[in-house]
């Protein structure tokens, strides 16, 4: 698949098979997804990657948006480390760019995945704090569900392109 069909074709999947993806493979995702960019190349990204069965039925447990988490297998929890940020609030955009390139990378390997927020909902990312031990200075900002997609969801290209969301020079 070229890059912009990638782009064009890549959808939000809630339908998945059970299947184990090899550590080999999500070790290419993150690396993937650490190529980034990121302010000053400061890198503010820590990636907490969940399997366990029990963990993610906790999770969806707590979680009002990731009913089907249980079905994938797999999740990612992405978080911002605040002492290697540039400036305040950068490890946002940072770790935002870097779980984009996630969800890319596993379009690209007929992987399915999912971006359900977690930050700035307060009771949410106390949940995830709490249950992942998170120092202080690490802030969960999604969690990424991903495996193999059953098929049930069609990726074709949709008409996003609106140019009354195109401004030049000025508003």
Same mark, same amino acid.
């Given at each position: 698949?070229?890059?912009?069909?990638?782009?064009?074709?890549? /959808?939000?999947?809630?339908?998945? @098979?059970?299947? $184990?993806?090899?550590?080999?493979?999500? *070790?290419?995702?993150?690396?993937?997804?650490?190529?980034?960019?990121?302010?000053? &190349? /400061?890198?503010? #990204?820590?990636? $907490?990657?969940?399997?366990?069965?029990?963990?993610?039925?906790?999770? @969806?447990? &707590?979680? %009002?948006?990731?009913?089907?988490?249980?079905?994938?297998?797999?999740?990612?929890?992405?978080? !911002?480390?605040?002492?290697?940020?540039?400036? =305040? *609030?950068? #490890?946002?955009?940072?770790?935002?760019?870097?779980?984009? &390139?996630?969800?890319?990378?596993?379009?690209? @390997? !007929?992987?399915?995945?999912?971006?359900?927020?977690? #930050? %700035?909902?307060?009771?949410?990312?106390?949940?995830?704090? @709490?249950?992942?031990?998170?120092?202080?200075?690490?802030?969960?900002?999604?969690?990424?569900?991903?495996?193999? %997609?059953?098929? =049930?969801?069609?990726?074709?290209? =949709?008409? /996003?392109? /609106?140019?009354?969301?195109?401004?030049?020079?000025?508003?």
């Amino acid at each position: 698949m070229n890059f912009k069909d990638g782009l064009l074709t890549r /959808r939000s999947i809630r339908n998945y @098979k059970s299947g $184990i993806i090899a550590k080999e493979i999500i *070790g290419d995702l993150l690396k993937t997804a650490m190529y980034a960019p990121s302010a000053k &190349n /400061r890198q503010p #990204w820590e990636f $907490i990657v969940v399997t366990d069965k029990n963990v993610l039925k906790n999770i @969806k447990d &707590n979680h %009002p948006f990731c009913s089907f988490i249980e079905n994938a297998g797999h999740a990612l929890i992405v978080c !911002g480390n605040t002492m290697d940020e540039f400036l =305040s *609030g950068h #490890w946002v955009t940072d770790c935002s760019a870097a779980t984009e &390139n996630f969800m890319l990378a596993c379009h690209e @390997k !007929g992987l399915g995945s999912c971006w359900c927020g977690i #930050w %700035p909902d307060e009771g949410i990312t106390e949940y995830f704090v @709490k249950t992942f031990n998170l120092p202080e200075h690490i802030k969960p900002l999604c969690l990424v569900v991903f495996g193999y %997609p059953d098929g =049930s969801e069609v990726r074709q290209p =949709s008409s /996003r392109f /609106r140019t009354d969301k195109i401004h030049y020079e000025v508003f």
